[in-house]
Nanobody
Framework: QVQLVESGGGLVQPGGSLRLSCAAS????????MGWYRQAPGKERELVAG???????NYDDSVKGRFTISRDSAKNTVYLQMNSLKPEDTAVYYC?????????WGQGTQVTVSS
């Protein structure tokens, strides 16, 4: 059973930074795709950033230039570095992994951007 455990969320002021971590229970290169989604109250879950097993990253336009997705294969962990945070980035952030068409999700971590 694949497990994804997120950490790193919290309360931060506008303009601040946070780094989210997603620790996987297996080799992250066994997943064709890993990504970070977010869901704000009353809104649908949306893809924020993703990275393929080949290392290609993609970002939602709303976070380009501010967020960076990366991975550490030795730790089986994927990160989301979030800079220049805005109040509209407030949401629960979920780690996602896809393997042979099967999606796995973490439990989510709350990010709140507020002064």
């Amino acid at each position: 059973q694949v497990q994804l455990v997120e950490s790193g969320g919290g309360l931060v002021q506008p303009g601040g930074s946070l780094r989210l971590s997603c620790a996987a229970s297996g080799n992250i290169f066994s997943f064709e795709f890993m990504g970070w989604y977010r869901q704000a109250p009353g809104k649908e879950r949306e893809l924020v950033a993703g990275i393929t097993s080949g290392g290609r990253a993609n970002y939602d336009d709303s976070v380009k230039g501010r967020f960076t997705i990366s991975r550490d294969s030795a730790k089986n962990t994927v990160y989301l570095q979030m800079n220049s945070l805005k109040p509209e980035d407030t949401a629960v952030y979920y780690c996602n992994a896809d393997r042979i068409g099967i999606n796995y999700w973490g439990q989510g971590t709350q990010v709140t951007v507020s002064s």
